[in-house]
């Protein structure tokens, strides 16, 4: 049996004497509290009786004695009533947010399980291509068109790691002191430039990229959204089967600018929806999972949405994939 398993049995063993107790002793009450009307109930009776006040049950039940009687015997049951009550919805509560807290717990476990093996293997993959393509071309004296290839993907991989050092100081500085720098910006050419360098980066994908003659210019953070924009698409791509199709739209609408991501792969379960913008939450499970990643692309890409006062939301795209809607409000 898991430790998980143990302790949910270990609790509801724990649960279930305590209410069994509960109803028992309950139970109990309401026998003592009758036993006890009963004999005070005999005893008025048989004083009333001794003194000739009444002569027989029916008349006991009319007189005032009895009526006292019985309001305390009715209040006392109440009274059990609603302390049981109120004990089992303690009950009820403390036990949902023990169960709550230790819930959350385990998933932040998980979570921070998941980041250490996502960032080992984000940093050792780059890292061990750098050095096979240094130590190849320490060794050999290759000519250039041989030794090209080796120093474009030297290139990139070292891009990787500048932007994975790039998103893992971001996100640190998201939780601290994150400063805007606003200044006007056309983003519209903002993100025609990162589609185009995403063409470079990926020549075998498709990108398509739309947006009208005459964007109005928005106030906002150039590093922020251009971290906005590469998480987007980047994400579009390396969550499609290749040939990625990828297509950044942006429109005017009133009051607001839209800038839409879509792609037509894997496609983001419902269930998932509302969980991927949360720090360091992949979908799946570290050790089976194909693609890289640290979890931080759209933790990023929403707080930085945020600080502009804008939203984002995700849905699905037909017949396949997802849309990421990033709304911006124009000030
Ligand atoms: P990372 O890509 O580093 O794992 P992100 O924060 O960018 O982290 O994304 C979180 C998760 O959301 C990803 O692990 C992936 O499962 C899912 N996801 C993000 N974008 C897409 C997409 N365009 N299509 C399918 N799944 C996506």
Known sequence: MTRDAKLRWGSIIVIGYIMAAFVWWALLLFKKNHIAFEAQYRAGFYEMLAQGLVENEGQYRQSDLYKMLFTTYRKQMFMIIGEGCVFVLSLILGVWFIHNGYRKEVAAGRQRRNFLLSITHELKSPIAGIQLAVETLLKRDLPREKSLPLLQSSLRETTRLKNLVNDLLLSAKLESAYQLHIEPLNLAELAAGIVEDFRIRYPKAGFEFEAPDELPLFSGDRSGLTSVVQNLVENAVKYSPEPAQVRV???????????????????????????????????????????????????????????????????????????????????
């Open 249 to 331: 739209a942006l429109s005017a609408q009133p009051g607001a600018l839209h800038i839409e991501v879509a792609d037509s792969g894997i496609g983001i379960p419902d269930r998932e929806k509302s969980r991927i913008f949360d720090k360091f939450y992949r979908i799946g499970n570290e050790d089976t999972r194909q693609t890289k990643g640290t979890g931080l692309g759209l933790y990023i890409v929403d707080q930085i949405v945020k600080a502009h006062g804008g939203s984002i939301s995700v849905r699905d795209h037909q017949p396949a994939g997802s849309v990421f809607l990033i709304l911006l409000p124009l000030k």
